[in-house]
């Protein structure tokens, strides 16, 4: 794809971990602070961009899964309202596959679907670490009652979770897992609200693990922010130094002056992310935005392709498989699987019906109240 190089080697250039406009929130006039939160969603005057920043974002499935038959298991969304925006990526649990691929789903659509919730804006105003822990636990909530809608323990739904928040040249990012946030401010880029791993290779936090909100939860928050990138670990041999855990900055140079650009499109995004190879066979997820864009804003809401799950394959009957056993189903005993995986309650929204001028049309979970976070700072 033109445009979007692959990353490969070492970079050229050593990421600068510049801190100067990173923490936590430093508003000292609380007025000026809540009057800047309770006009976040105002109209923007007429021809002028939302929130300054255009997104693009693909999730394609990985090679290995092409292969062995199961289906993607990585999602990602986003949505805009007025100069907010919040982004996603989240990356289903292999091991509890097929159906964490509706964890990852769920998980993307909660969190971008509370751009304009009340509560959300009511967490923004106390600081965006309060707003960070408002989406995860609202996300949670979601994915369990997703899991409680299909007769599942939530472990079956097991996912990661990333978030971007975008309000001018404000970012913030927060993370469950081992996705990968790259941030642009003050000429430098680096990897920020970097995750835990395991002591062993695939190893990582799960939103849906016990206490893993806000225990596991990461946190970041920058000003000054011109560029942003939300990936799960499908391209992490590719985008990053493993080892070190930074940025290849080239790749992540070229991938932002791309989407600059006025031809740049999702699309190509996706061509992309199909061509790479990624050394690993896992899903690619990428999601790129860049601020200060003079064109069209772009779509207002993008999200993946729903899980295409199968319910169970029946038994078939000794005598007509010449075996003694039943056919093998993907479900573990502990977690028998439901009566039907294939359409699941309530249905999904076909991302197809959405575009620049219509309304949000998503499903939003059903998601008990969320009460407000303990501050522990800024």
């Known amino acids: 794809m033109t445009g979007l190089p692959e990353a490969t080697g070492r970079p050229q250039v050593t990421a600068h971990h510049t801190t100067a ?6 508003v000292g006039d609380a007025h000026i602070r809540d009057a800047h939160i309770r006009d976040a969603h105002a109209p923007d005057a007429p021809g002028r961009r939302p929130a300054g920043w255009r997104l693009l974002g693909a999730s ?5 899964h092409l292969r062995r038959g199961v289906g993607r298991e990585d999602a990602f969304a986003w949505r805009r309202a007025g100069r907010l925006i919040v982004a996603a990526v989240a990356d289903g649990a292999g091991s509890r596959s097929p159906t964490s691929a509706i964890g990852s789903h769920t998980a993307v659509r909660a969190a971008t679907a509370a751009v304009d919730d009340g509560q959300f804006l009511d967490a923004f105003g106390r600081g965006g670490e309060s707003a960070l822990h408002w989406l995860f636990a609202r996300a949670l909530a979601a994915v369990t009652a997703e899991a409680g809608l299909l007769g599942l323990d939530v472990d079956r739904l097991a996912t990661t979770l990333a978030v971007a928040v975008f309000d001018g040249d404000r970012v913030y990012v927060g993370q469950v897992g081992d996705g990968i946030a790259v941030v642009r401010h003050d000429g430098g880029i680096e990897t920020v609200a970097v995750g835990r ?20 939860l990461v946190t970041y928050e920058g ?7 939300l990936s799960t670990d499908g391209l992490e041999y590719k985008i990053t130094d493993v080892r070190l855990r930074t940025p290849y900055e080239r790749f992540f140079v070229d991938t932002w002056a791309y989407a600059g650009g006025e031809t740049a499109s ?29 064109g069209p804003a772009g779509e207002p809401y993008l999200a993946s392709a729903p ?5 169970a394959p029946a038994a078939v009957p000794a005598a007509e498989a010449g075996a003694s056993q039943p056919a093998e189903s993907p479900y573990p005993p502990e977690s028998p699987a439901p009566a039907d995986l294939a359409a699941p309650r309530p249905p999904w929204p076909d991302p197809a019906l959405d575009d620049d001028t219509r309304p949000f049309t998503a499903w939003t979970p059903p998601v008990p109240p969320v009460p407000p976070p303990t501050e522990t700072g800024g």
């Open 21 to 26: 406009h990173a923490g936590t929130t430093e």
């Open 60 to 64: 394609v499935t990985g090679a290995s």
């Open 197 to 216: 791993r395991g002591e062993h290779a695939g190893e990582t936090d799960f939103l849906t693990a016990p206490g893993a909100v806000p225990a596991r």
């Open 223 to 229: 000003y000054g922010v011109d560029a942003c990138a």
């Open 266 to 294: 999702s699309v190509s995004i996706e061509s992309f992310l199909v061509d790479v190879d990624d050394q690993t066979g896992d899903d690619k997820t990428l999601v790129v935005a860049v601020h200060g864009y003079e």
């Open 307 to 311: 899980p295409l799950v199968e319910p």
